[in-house]
């Protein structure tokens, strides 16, 4: 199967950066693309960031202009630099990966999540 291992959150103060990374593990399968979600507590989840494996990306409208996605295809692994962190941002950030398996199945795979808490 594929395995998505999320790093990177913490805690930061308002102002301040983090960069989260994930890395797609496994055998038999492609990536069209990877994002990172988030769901803060009494909230629906949403898309983050987006890169499809042409380089493709897609943000949500809260982040436009603060963060960056990024894709090392060499190591199946994209990397989310946060900037401006404001305390809204605050949430768990899940990454997601929609692959392609090689008896050619399109599956979404979900990492376990990542805390991101902006406070001072």
């Known amino acids: 199967q594929v395995q998505l291992v999320e790093s990177g959150g913490g805690l930061v103060q308002p102002g301040g950066s983090l960069r989260l990374s994930c890395a797609a593990s496994g055998s038999g399968f492609s990536i069209n693309a990877m994002g990172w979600y988030r769901q803060a507590p009494g909230k629906e989840r949403e898309l983050v960031a987006a890169?499809?494996?042409?380089?493709?990306?897609n943000y949500g409208d809260s982040v436009k202009g603060r963060f960056t996605i990024s894709r090392d295809s060499g190591k199946n692994t994209v990397a989310l630099q946060m900037n401006s962190l404001k305390p809204e941002d605050t949430a768990n950030y899940y990454c997601?990966?929609?692959?392609?398996?090689?008896?050619?199945?399109?599956?979404?795979?979900w990492g376990k999540g990542t805390l991101v808490t902006v406070s001072s």
């Open positions: 890169i499809t494996s042409g380089g493709v990306t």
């Open positions: 997601n990966a929609q692959v392609t398996r090689w008896y050619g199945v399109f599956m979404d795979y």
